[in-house]
């Protein structure tokens, strides 16, 4: 399965953190879940940003595409 691209997130002064996708706000965290997002963050930036921005495949796509009533 593909990485997922385009993420970017900014970290505010205050402790807030934006998620961006593709330029567009994806999704603002706040206080404690902001700190367990950064600290989460280093593994693999845009599998964690897109894991919790909720913009993510799920597995299920290519098994769908290939059922007989959608090939067509």
Do not use: K
Not at 42 to 68: C, F, I, K
């Amino acid at each position: 399965m593909g990485t997922a691209q385009g993420f970017g997130y900014v970290r505010r002064a205050d402790g807030t953190v934006v998620i961006t996708h593709h330029g567009r706000m994806a999704g603002t965290l706040r206080g404690g879940r902001a700190a367990e997002f950064l600290a989460e963050i280093e593994d693999d930036p845009q599998l964690v940003m897109a894991r919790w921005t909720g913009n993510y495949r799920r597995g299920s796509e290519r098994t769908a595409s290939q059922h007989p009533r959608n090939r067509g």
